[in-house]
Nanobody, 121 residues
């Protein structure tokens, strides 16, 4: 069993920055890909960013390109999401996901509990 724990969420003003972290523990097997999803009030869950085992060619949703950066530290079994120039529409619960594959699939196997990000105007 793999356990994922997110941290770094909070309440900020528009234009501010936050960095989310997600640490994995338990029975992790290499390679594995990780990513971040979010679900805002009254909205569907969407994939925000994903990163492969190697860290190459990360994926970003069009709504966050140029503002968010995903990275990982395999030695620490941790993935990060640096969020800059935050907008009110970024308000959501952000959840970390992990797949025991080189790249993230459309249905990740493991999920964290989520961390709240609130952006006020």
């Amino acid at each position: 069993q793999v356990q994922l724990v997110e941290s770094g969420g909070g309440s900020v003003q528009a234009g501010a920055s936050l960095r989310l972290s997600c640490g994995a523990s338990g029975r992790t097997f290499s390679p594995y890909a990780m990513g971040w999803f979010r679900q805002g009030p009254g909205k569907e869950r969407e994939l925000v960013a994903a990163i492969s085992w190697s860290g190459g060619n990360p994926y970003y949703a069009d709504s966050v390109k140029g503002r968010f950066t995903i990275s990982r530290d395999n030695a620490k079994n941790t993935v990060y999401l640096q969020m800059n120039s935050l907008k009110p529409e970024d308000t959501a619960v952000y959840s970390c996901a992990l797949d025991p594959h080189f790249v993230l699939t459309t249905s990740p196997r493991y999920w964290g509990q989520g961390t709240q990000v609130t952006v006020s105007s």
